[in-house]
């Protein structure tokens, strides 16, 4: 990434991610109501956390109800000795890890039955000794052993527990992952311990969804930005390169950005049943209709033209739209970042995304350069027009 564009990116994330964070607080809520996992800008911290002395605790067991549809992140931390000792569950292609540091072992394992299908799963881990067990709906899925002459029998001092995130250095896993998880955990119950937990003060708790659909949920105040480097490039200048967005919304539906280059795929009025493209570079643009709802939307990129829905809507023999992807241009989907004036007049998109492609290839949201805090990366509404009205 060059000079300037690395201004633009400080920028970006000066005004999207550390601004809103000002004025924002931890404080301690009970473990065991609805937890909403998601709504964070810090990647590995706990969502939120607890410690107690080890003589408190006399059931080494938690179990909790948990549902995404989220393939990849943390739910449930563990450790002791401040972290020499450390245990870590979560997802892999929908699929549930443990992973496991003790004294001089490294341990991971994975299996069992795909837990990102949308439904409430009732899980429980347990200690039986040199056992870990972990059971779905009352079924054994992983059970791990495991036994070091350096560990000692006796366990003391206190005990730390963390949902959604980890307290140790992610160099420690043996096998990395990504850890942002949109999911909602409930009715938990976590050892025997009753004491609240403290939260991330950079965590924004939202409700949970009484019904989900897969999808990203964008409530009206976020937006979501790829370095275009970072995503699939050109196969053939024939076929250019395409994105392509499904769902229900209205508002501004992506925007792309460079340091002499502005492209917005917006709103007219947010009080009207129409959305538009606003066209050009950033000294001037132009508008037509597209439909309201529901919406399958295809944007080409070719050498010299924008193309939407098949539609030639903006040519330019002075810049060349290849080159520019490959060496990184800003991808928003979801709003205009900058104070330029589409930024200042276009409507922060709202609604459910329920697939974004990117030349064919299904885009993860937790990957992109900046997202912001209210954005559901993996789940909407199931009513998604409900939520609109």
Not at 89 to 105: T, V, Y
Not at 161 to 189: E, S, T, W, Y
Not at 311 to 333: I, V, Y
Request: charged share 25%.
């Amino acid at each position: 990434m060059n000079y300037l564009k690395e201004v633009v990116v400080v920028l970006l994330l000066v005004q999207y991610l550390i601004l809103p964070a000002r004025g924002v607080s931890g404080g301690q809520i009970s473990g065991r109501g609805v937890i909403n996992l998601a709504h964070r800008q810090t990647a590995w911290t706990p969502v939120i956390q607890t410690r107690a002395n080890l003589s408190e605790v006399r059931s080494i067991r938690s179990f909790f109800e948990f549902r995404t549809f989220d393939p990849e992140g943390a739910i449930f931390y563990g450790d002791t000795k401040e972290g020499k000792d450390w245990f870590v569950l979560s997802l892999r292609n929908g699929i549930p890890e443990m992973q496991i540091g003790k004294a001089d072992i490294l341990v991971s394992i994975k299996g069992g039955r795909r837990l990102n299908d949308g439904a409430w799963h009732l899980l429980e881990l347990r200690s039986e000794g040199k056992f870990v067990v972990l059971e779905v709906n009352n079924e054994e899925e992983l059970v791990v052993g495991l036994h070091s002459e350096l560990t000692e029998d006796e366990l003391t001092g206190k005990i730390r527990l963390g949902l959604g995130g980890m307290l140790v250095d992610k160099q420690k896993l043996f096998n990395p992952f990504h850890p942002d998880m949109d999911a909602c955990i409930r009715g938990g119950h976590w050892l025997n311990l009753s004491s609240l937990w403290d939260t991330d003060p950079m965590w924004e708790p939202q409700p949970c969804f009484s019904e989900i659909k897969r999808g990203s949920y964008f409530p009206g105040t976020g937006m979501v930005t790829f370095n275009t480097s970072d995503l699939p490039g050109l196969k053939t200048e024939e076929a250019g390169i395409t994105v392509k967005i499904f769902g229900s919304w209205t508002g501004a539906t992506l925007s792309l950005q460079s340091t002499d280059f502005e492209y917005v795929l917006g709103e007219l009025d947010r009080h009207t049943d129409v959305k538009a493209v606003q066209l050009g570079s950033k000294e001037g643009s132009e508008t037509t209709a597209l439909p309201r709802e529901p919406a399958a939307l295809t944007f080409n990129i070719l050498k010299h033209l924008l193309v939407v829905n098949g539609k030639p809507e903006h040519e330019t023999e002075s810049l060349d739209f290849f080159s520019m992807w490959k060496n990184g241009m800003l991808l928003t989907f979801g709003g205009v970042p900058g104070e330029s004036e589409a930024a200042k007049s276009s409507h922060r998109l709202r609604g459910c995304l329920e697939k974004i492609l990117v030349q064919d290839q299904v885009i993860d949201l937790d990957q992109a350069l900046y997202k912001h805090s209210t954005v559901s990366s993996h789940s909407c509404p199931k009513e998604a027009m409900n939520e609109l009205s």
